[in-house]
């Protein structure tokens, strides 16, 4: 926290660490709108676990079937699908981090028909040798 110019209350701010993992995320979402599989996996650890949205539902585990559960969702989004981070917030400690995050990720005609459908992203990170990894993410869209 630091001072704020309202009668010297604190307000929040990001820490370095917050500001390279945003930093992070928004390039990971950037890749995953391109279709860019080394983006993607970039500061990934090499034992990360996933939860998808798709099969497997027990998990996705290691970065070789990690990057391996992308493509499909590639080949989907190249019809024109988005992929568009709406808002992101994140909690860093010194060498473990968190963040989630909403993400419009649909069809144009799926978002006509469900305008406020959302795709919900957690992710967990760890900082090894000073770089920050995703070790974990999961994904899902919410059942009405």
Not at 35 to 49: E, M, N, P, T, Y
Not at 86 to 114: F, K, M, N, Q
Request: some cysteine.
């Amino acid at each position: 926290m630091r001072k704020g110019e309202k009668g010297g209350q604190p307000v929040p701010h990001d820490s370095d660490d917050e500001v390279r993992i945003r930093a992070l995320i928004t390039a990971w979402a950037a890749a995953v709108h391109r279709g860019d599989l080394a983006g993607v996996s970039a500061d990934h650890a090499q034992d990360i676990v996933m939860f998808d949205v798709a099969s497997p539902h027990h998990g996705i585990r290691g970065l070789a079937a990690y990057r391996a559960a992308w493509p499909p969702l590639f080949a989907w989004q190249a019809q024109g699908a988005c992929f568009d981070i709406e808002s992101l917030h994140i909690t860093a400690g010194t060498d473990v981090a968190y963040a989630h995050a909403l993400v419009r990720c649909a069809t144009p005609e799926e978002l006509a028909a469900h305008p406020g459908f959302r795709l919900r992203l957690t992710f967990g990170l760890r900082k090894e040798r000073g770089r920050w990894l995703v070790a974990h993410e999961h994904h899902s869209f919410p059942h009405d």
